[in-house]
């Protein structure tokens, strides 16, 4: 068999010296940042430990940036958000077993939400490796164990030559639809071992493109082009793949109304004619999409909250197009199209036959009517004030980063994102504590924008240490703290489960004295001053803290 070398890189004399005679000093952790280097990597986030101190060295001989957090687990929520606002892949250095451990939380948020996260933890020494026992410090039977069932793939180092090879196939599974975190084990003795090896170039890590088969666009097509009432789900797919501009152009040509479901927030414009906005947990629309002879969802799983808790019975006939295949199908009988939901809507937007519906608009109206005076019933005036305060502070173009907290619960529903790929919360997973960091995250990504982060003041004891990253890096995002007192959400859901609630109420500092204290500009606000107070805040450079003392409620739910 021979092989034609005709396209092979041609090197310079200087080229071919270089890589002959690499320079002196350079261990496996030169060979981590080169390959993040040649892949494209700018930023890369983390916290040092023993065994990974080969790769953080490394980083001083690098052009690599470093954001370093105080927490583990709020590393990889600012991973999660770099990767969510750019669509790049982005890296987390970490060490092993209490360090690796501690980022698990952050790294199940980045897999529910399909955020490109590298995690690159040490190991232990090479010898202690397979389970033998030899009782080093932070030593696990099986570290792959501990996040096999929460990332994409997984990949172990043993030797340095490996190094560059683990890295880049982490990095193409990692941006291969659906995105997701993945995990590369690098033992602590080959991180810190001398290399003579050339030093790593331009790599190629090129993700796989998911394409719709064409059988299934042509099926999709008809039913959508012979339907009485389609109706469209939107979900966070059309916001990762950037497909609102397709989605909206779809939707115009077959007349078709569109709500997004909170992971897809602002994938369709929220005054447009046939928005049905994002009023998933209310039961007049739940019964609007039971209704859809023609239901197409995109990018969604149609999970828990995208429907209704598990009450939607959709009638008619559902197509479901998913990066994802285990969620194909995996809620309701449908047409499965395993596709990026990008490539997915640019096919079925050529394929389908132009429909006019005159009464669509009007049957989208109807619905937020009922929704809108079912709401209005409630008395929960002060809990739109405070929504509608943070929209009108909070500039169009500006990232938000909400945390598991009352407010952040009304404003998946009710809150006008604006533009896609702004708003984001850790509805995913739903764990306490992502807003702040992930706020750090998107900041280092884009300092050009002010960023918000939502907290409660549960939420927010989580990533009090995070003050000081953002005090250190000075990073232009502001923290809107809602102070009630405890466990908001839990208070509520437990005394209407069972009268009283128990381990809600909670002691909390003055978040006011304690941010200043890390040398944060902080005030105390109330729901008339808070758009003037937050709109102040996201306008002054570096971080701030606005702290809302507030009781607030949730609407009353309609799946119980």
């Given at each position: ?69 105080r927490?583990?687990n709020?590393?990889?929520f ?9 669509g ?15 980022s ?17 933890s040490?190991?232990i020494p ?5 389970g ?25 180092v ?21 995105h ?36 299934l666009?042509i ?25 609102s ?44 999409l039971?209704?859809?002879?023609v ?36 809620n309701h ?7 990026d939901?990008r ?13 006019a519906d005159p009464?669509?608009a009007?049957?989208v109206r109807?619905?937020?009517e ?11 005036t ?54 702040f ?5 998107a ?37 809107l ?10 208070r ?27 040398g944060?500009p ?15 805040a ?18 009353e739910?309609?799946?119980?």
């Amino acid at each position: 068999m021979s092989h034609d070398h005709d396209d092979r890189p041609q090197l310079t004399a200087a080229q071919a010296a270089a890589v002959l005679n690499p320079p002196a000093g350079r261990n496996g952790g030169d060979l981590v940042v080169e390959s993040l280097q040649g892949l494209g990597a700018t930023t890369v986030f983390g916290l040092p430990g023993q065994h990974a101190l080969g790769m953080f060295d490394a980083l001083r001989r690098s052009s690599l940036r470093y954001v370093g957090l105080r927490v583990e687990n709020n590393a990889g929520f600012a991973a999660d958000a770099y990767g969510r606002i750019t669509g790049e892949v982005a890296p987390l250095l970490l060490s092993t077993g209490p360090g690796a451990l501690t980022s698990l939380a952050a790294l199940q948020e980045a897999a529910a939400a399909s955020a490109p996260v590298l995690a690159i933890s040490s190991q232990i020494p090479t010898a202690g490796l397979g389970g033998r026992r030899h009782g080093y410090l932070h030593e696990l039977r099986d570290q792959q164990a501990s996040v096999r069932d929460i990332v994409k793939s997984v990949h172990t180092v043993r030797t340095a030559s490996q190094i560059p090879s683990a890295i880049a196939a982490a990095w193409e599974s990692a941006l291969t639809a659906p995105h997701g975190p993945v995990w590369v084990e690098i033992p602590q003795d080959v991180l810190l071992a001398g290399t003579t090896l050339p030093v790593v170039s331009a790599m190629d890590a090129t993700p796989r493109e998911l394409y719709p088969r064409p059988e299934l666009t042509i099926a999709a097509a008809h039913l959508l082009s012979e339907a009485e009432r389609p109706v469209i789900i939107a979900g966070g797919g059309v916001v990762r793949s950037d497909a609102s501009g397709k989605l909206r152009a779809l939707a115009e040509k077959i007349d078709a109304p569109v709500v997004t479901t909170f992971g897809g927030k602002g994938a369709f414009p929220w005054d447009h004619p046939l928005s049905l906005r994002s009023w998933l947990e209310d039961r007049h629309t739940t019964d609007f999409l039971e209704d859809a002879d023609v239901l197409l969802v995109v990018g969604s799983g149609l999970g828990e909250l995208s429907s209704n808790y598990h009450t939607f019975r959709p009638r008619g006939r559902v197509i479901q197009i998913e990066a994802d295949a285990g969620k194909l199908e995996s809620n309701h009988p449908a047409l499965g199209i395993h596709s990026d939901a990008r490539e997915a809507l640019a096919d079925l937007l050529e394929a389908v036959e132009r429909r006019a519906d005159p009464g669509a608009a009007e049957r989208v109206r109807s619905v937020l009517e009922k929704v809108r005076v079912r709401i209005e019933a409630q008395d929960l005036t002060l809990e739109q004030q405070v929504l509608a305060a943070v929209r009108e502070a909070l500039p169009d173009a500006a990232p938000s980063f909400w945390d598991m907290t009352i407010l952040a619960y009304w404003a998946w529903s009710a809150f006008d994102a604006r533009r896609p790929n702004t708003m984001h919360s850790a509805q995913g997973a739903g764990g306490l504590g992502y807003g702040f960091p992930a706020a750090i995250g998107a900041a280092a990504a884009d300092p050009t924008k002010p960023v918000l982060a939502v907290s409660g003041d549960g939420g927010a004891m989580y990533s009090i240490a995070e003050l000081a990253t953002a005090r250190q890096y000075d990073l232009p995002l502001t923290w809107l703290i809602v102070d009630d007192g405890g466990y908001g959400i839990l208070r509520e859901y437990m005394t209407g489960a069972f009268g009283e609630s128990t381990g809600t109420e909670l002691a909390r500092p003055d978040f006011v004295a304690l941010a200043e204290s890390f040398g944060v500009p902080a005030v105390r606000t109330g729901p008339d001053s808070l758009a003037a107070d937050l709109s102040k805040a996201l306008a002054t450079p570096g971080p701030s803290v606005v702290v809302l003392p507030a009781l607030l409620r949730m609407f009353e739910p309609t799946h119980l």
